[in-house]
């Protein structure tokens, strides 16, 4: 979940107003936000002071700014909804002095590119960091690291248009790149920039990269790597800017360069339309006017509305709702017709209207209301079973445990002295710590006995969870059971007190069972050969237990004897 | 201590002691035996608890020698010594050679040689020509008129007077000259073992009773304790009624009491099955699934896009092998892929992709519990309410706040009315119900699969305000491609902050700690 720092004062003068936490804080739970946090020592002036904001919505890339999220709590409030009237779109395409040529040849590596200009006033120092964070939250989190989506901003001025994006040969094109001096190959960057090696990622497996060049041949930058240090080199007192966002994805490039000239607008710059041309098909025609407004409008059902949200809502109700949260609306009968805002485009299903239509009333005029359905709650039977089964076992003198089910292969496999194909291995372990899937309980209870030798003999516990091992038989070709195991260890463990225990448990669960000796060479490795038994419940195997072999011990470090059990209860329920 | 309550928890070989003597009298092991009619253990127990109470102490060491019957002398005692048979065989069966007297009695050789040599020397025995022996005529006669017991009578009556002791002990202290002469000849120090007697050196420890003593005898005096008072009650005492009109000596009730291991449930364990019995008194039916699923099952059918960033490798675990499930159910996999393409039939626009029907079936670690709600969604009763305690694995780097497994309660509620204000009632009921909270608000959220989404905040009385779970109505998209077409209300609640609190702790790991002795300490406050 993307976390911003806004600029209190920026923040404020967006908002309109000055609020303290306690008002603050709850304004913010319209836009699924959070303060996380708020320092203000009276040694920082305000302009300087920052809010941390987390933001929940990660459908709403639109808030994770300073003035997304002002303008989202400004409209909730009653402000009016801010003419962007900039926008290009069907049917009404915006003058553009500026024009950007896309060449074939960056179609395959990433083929989309959205741009346009600012002007009016220089930026300042925090305005910068604020653009900053805004490119890095739109393609870090919305264009996933900036593999969808990345963003760039140039000194327009110095810009000799037309400008061309086109794909190059990485082995040879040079230029100097932001934090150098040097002019470097694209590959070069790659190695040896810290952004290249942090994003060559996305262009490693590429043969043609993304290049961005105005008509002298003097490159902007190297998307979605590097700007250079020339054009692309912005300044604070910089008052004309060319903006570019480029992606795989059309509608997301669309969709963020929208929300960023609205950002740019709500500070008071003035948008200017860039054209650019495709030489190819795109979602939206051959040449495109940014900013473009693309979504469509989506239409809600008042009755619907009323239905899922549990209160009687008029048409106008639903309406003005929707416009608090910036949506345009107009009202047949007793549907409303939403067109999204110009940088949201959330809108799937009219569920997400309807849920619009709720944050513009308030959560809290909502009314919590007792469920009346009768319905019989019960626990499932696997549960009951494994109750029981523990209740007895604590009558046996047994302390219940709980472990975690990821281990080791060290634990799991090799303490073990097992086959290693039974347990299930994790592709993408975190550590080989947490590397394998456990397939009985036994390995939790021995690293008990590992570390509590210092614990008051005899120790007695047990352990009643879930296992996973490989079942071919299965669709997933893996079995979940709910497993028993139990262990005692004290100086007279043996064979027949755990023989004895577990005659006891059966009796009490109430199963018919019998005794078998393993088959030979079907012993089960873990106990000592000739002292252990398997348990068969209808002919089925459910279980075995005996004494646990010395080598066992020894791998676990236990200077005890030691008796064990392993039941399937789910086998054992039947 | 106070000197009644002293007095209450003394033992009645304590009592009896503090009753008998006064401060000012040396007392020892012995003069207990003999006094109080204790055996030398009762006593010395006795002494060493008045000391441990400060009621008495040790005023000096005095070194004695004593004389101990070994098991040899024991087996004289019992049968005779080798020169009393020898005797008894000639005087019942007159004179013999030494190897038929070996024969008949059994002996060795060199004790009968030696027992000769000495009853000889003494002039009780003479060997006649034909080596055979004979008892000295008019010898017992000599021997017992002369006033003087003969050796052989002396060390009958040594053997005697230890083998009955039940120490075994005979003092030096207590014996006359001939006796110890005579022991002289049959003790040793070392290598005893041919020999009736060992000599051993031991020490007589003096006790006094304490000043406080006087005390706590009055007190014992007030109680009306003697010392004779009954102690355990045994079968006997209640076959024989020994107890009719007699009164038991009082123990100390406040005493430490003895560490018991007792078998026990685990506490996390209890307070996760009471969450789940407060879910099952609400009306909830439990469901239950396993720890490997499919992108489908834990993804797909929720509606989280294919490219969803909560997706990535670095946040779900894939199994190695096997790494596809076989297939993915019908008609759920098409209805569901569908839904996310162009939203099939479920009112949708779908998320304009093309949905991939081989990373469907890959197999993971189930990383949230609400795909136990999903798998309940094609056999769902209407109306219904389910509820899980599922263990889910995430990629997180292990440490107080965050596991690699771990539970999360999740639930969901179907019905042709229900709608966000009952989902508003259920969430004050968990506040209320499960977590305790006096407090509740809500608040819009964000989850893939629920519009509108609402999380619930409370007020706990411990841990103030926190967000005790997540909710909403799932979107269409679920529901109408699993067949579906009521609301359904999906829920989930955090309740491990609360376990932390309830077992007084504060960090995740400890919730499943192997520590033997930390789980059994553990108490739970539920």
């Known amino acids: 979940m993307p976390k911003i720092e806004v600029n209190e004062e920026l923040f404020f003068s967006l908002l ?93 590596v990433r083929p989309f590119l959205a741009g346009f200009c600012v002007s009016g006033k220089p930026i300042d120092d925090a305005f910068l ?66 952004k290249g090696r942090e994003y060559s990622f996305i262009l490693e497996k590429e043969p043609i990269h993304p290049l961005l060049l105005d008509s002298r041949g003097d490159v902007l930058s190297y998307p979605p790597i590097i700007n250079s240090a020339g054009l692309g080199a912005v300044q604070v007192g910089d008052s004309e800017l060319f903006i570019e966002l480029t992606g795989s994805d059309l509608p997301s490039v669309t969709l963020a360069a929208s929300i960023v000239a609205c950002d740019f607008a709500d500070f008071g710059y003035t948008i200017e339309p860039v054209l650019v041309e495709y030489p190819f098909d795109t ?56 067109w999204p805002a110009e940088y949201r485009n959330d809108f799937l299903h009219q569920v997400d209207l309807i849920e619009d239509v709720m944050i513009g009333i308030g959560l809290e005029n909502f009314p919590p209301e007792r469920p009346r359905d009768f319905t019989i709650g019960r626990l499932s039977p696997i549960e009951l079973f494994s109750r029981k089964t523990k209740g007895i076992l604590v009558g046996l003198g047994y302390q219940e445990m709980i472990y975690n089910y990821l281990g080791s292969g060290k634990d799991y496999i090799e303490k073990m002295g097992i086959d290693a194909t039974q347990v299930l291995r994790v592709a993408n372990p975190m550590s080989e710590n947490f590397e394998y899937l456990r397939n009985s309980p036994l390995p939790g209870l021995l690293g008990t006995e590992s570390i509590s030798s210092k614990a008051a003999y005899p120790h007695r516990i047990f352990e009643v969870g879930k296992v996973a091992f490989r079942d071919a038989s299965e669709n997933y070709g893996v079995s979940t059971r709910q497993y028993l195991a139990l262990l005692s260890v004290h100086a007279e463990a043996d064979f027949n007190e755990i023989a004895s225990q577990v005659a006891t448990l059966l009796f009490y669960l109430g199963s018919d069972f019998e005794v078998a000796e393993p088959a030979e060479g079907k012993e089960d490795p873990r106990f000592i050969v000739g002292r252990h038994a398997r348990i068969l419940v209808a002919g089925r195997e459910i279980g075995v237990y005996g004494e646990l072999h010395p080598r066992l011990l020894e791998a676990w470090g236990v200077g005890l004897p030691a008796s064990a059990g392993e039941f399937d209860l789910d086998l054992l329920r039947r | 201590m106070e000197a009644a309550i002293l007095a209450k928890s003394l033992h009645q070989l304590e009592v009896k002691v503090l009753r008998a003597y006064g401060p000012d009298e040396d007392l020892d092991a012995m003069r207990l035996v003999r006094e109080l009619n204790y055996k030398e253990g009762q006593a010395n127990q006795a002494f060493s608890w008045l000391l441990a109470k400060g009621l008495a102490s040790e005023t000096g060491r005095i070194p004695r020698t004593v004389y101990e019957i ?94 009955s002791r039940v120490d075994g002990l005979l003092e030096e202290a ?63 005492m209640l076959a024989r009624r020994y ?59 929720l509606f989280m896009p294919q490219f969803h960033s909560a997706r990535d ?194 960090d995740l790991r400890e919730l499943f700690s192997p520590d033997l002795e930390n789980v059994r300490y553990r108490r739970a406050k539920m």
């Open chain 1, 16 to 108: 309109g107003q000055r609020m303290e936490a306690e008002v603050l804080e709850p304004a913010l739970t319209s836009a699924k936000a959070e303060l996380d946090e708020w320092a203000r020592p009276e040694s920082v002036p305000a302009s300087e002071r920052i809010i941390k904001i987390e933001l929940n919505d990660t459908n709403r890339p639109d808030l994770w700014s300073s003035a997304g999220l002002a303008r989202a709590l400004r409209l909730k409030s009653g402000g009016a909804r801010p003419m962007y009237s900039f926008f290009s779109r069907e049917g009404d395409r915006k003058p553009s002095k500026r024009k950007v040529l896309i060449e074939e040849s960056v179609r395959k």
């Open chain 1, 129 to 194: 960091k604020e653009m900053i964070q805004t490119q890095e939250k739109l393609a870090w989190n919305y264009g996933r690291k900036r593999k969808t989506i990345s963003m760039g901003l140039y000194r327009s001025a110095e810009i000799q248009w037309p400008v061309s994006y086109k794909g190059v040969d990485p082995r040879t094109v040079r230029f100097v790149p932001l934090q150098e001096t040097r002019e470097m190959s694209l590959l070069q960057i790659l190695a040896e920039h810290p």
């Open chain 1, 283 to 338: 979602p939206f025609g051959r040449s495109v006017t940014f900013p473009w407004y693309f979504q469509k409008p989506l239409s809600v059902d008042a009755g619907r509305a009323s239905r899922i949200l549990g209160k009687s809502l008029s048409v106008d109700i639903v309406a003005s709702s929707l416009e608090k949260t910036g949506s345009r609306v107009e009202i047949h009968g007793q549907y409303v017709s939403a």
């Open chain 2, 70 to 163: 070994t098991p040899l002398g024991r087996e004289y005692a019992a049968r005779g010594t080798p020169e009393e048979r020898i005797l008894r065989h000639l005087s019942e069966n007159g004179a013999a050679r030494l190897p038929e007297i070996v024969a008949a009695l059994g002996l060795e050789q060199k004790d009968v040689g030696s027992a000769f040599g000495l009853l000889s020397k003494e002039g009780a025995l003479v060997m006649d020509s034909e080596k055979r022996a004979s008892i000295v005529a008019g010898w017992f006669e000599a021997a017992h008129g002369s006033g003087e017991k003969p050796r052989v009578a002396l060390v009958r009556d040594l053997l005697q007077r230890a083998a």
């Open chain 2, 174 to 236: 207590d014996l006359v000259a001939s006796e110890k002469a005579v022991l002289a000849g049959i003790a040793r120090k070392r290598g005893a073992g041919d020999s009736p007697f060992r000599l051993a050196e031991r020490e007589r420890v003096i006790y006094r009773l304490d000043q406080n003593a006087a005390e706590v005898a009055k007190a014992l005096d007030a109680l009306g304790l003697t010392g004779e008072e009954l102690g355990a009650v045994t079968p006997e």
């Open chain 2, 243 to 301: 107890w009719e009109g007699a009164t038991f000596r009082p123990y100390n009730v406040k005493s430490p009491t003895a560490r018991l291991i007792p078998g026990r449930r685990n506490p996390y364990v209890e307070f996760l099955e009471s969450v789940k019995d407060k879910l099952v008194s609400l009306g909830f039916e439990e469901f239950d699934g396993g720890l490997v699923e499919t992108e489908f099952w834990n993804s797909d059918a």
């Open chain 2, 313 to 506: 490798i670095h946040d779900v675990y894939h199994l190695a092998e096997p790494g596809f499930a076989k297939s993915i159910e019908e008609p759920h996999l098409s209805r569901v892929a569908a839904a996310h393409e162009n939203g099939g039939e479920t009112g949708s626009r779908g998320w304009n992709y093309s949905f991939d029907r081989d990373f469907t079936r890959r197999l993971i670690l189930r990383s949230q519990g609400t795909v136990l709600s999903a798998r309940q969604l094609p056999t769902a009763k209407v109306p219904g309410k389910y509820f899980g305690i599922a263990r889910c694995f995430r990629y997180d780097r292990v440490d107080a706040t965050h596991l690699s497994d771990f539970y999360q309660t999740e639930g969901i509620v179907l019905g042709e009315d229900v709608n966000l204000r009952t989902l508003l009632g259920f969430l004050e009921m968990f506040a209320v119900e499960v977590a305790g909270a006096k407090e509740v608000k809500y608040v819009p959220g964000y989850f893939p699969f629920t519009e509108p989404s609402v999380e619930v905040h409370i007020k706990h009385p411990v841990l103030g305000w926190f967000e005790l779970g997540g909710s909403g109505i799932f979107r269409p998209e679920v529901t109408e491609s699993l067949g579906v077409h009521v609301p359904v209300l999906a829920w989930g609640i955090g309740i491990d902050r609360m376990a932390l609190m309830a077992l007084g702790l504060n």
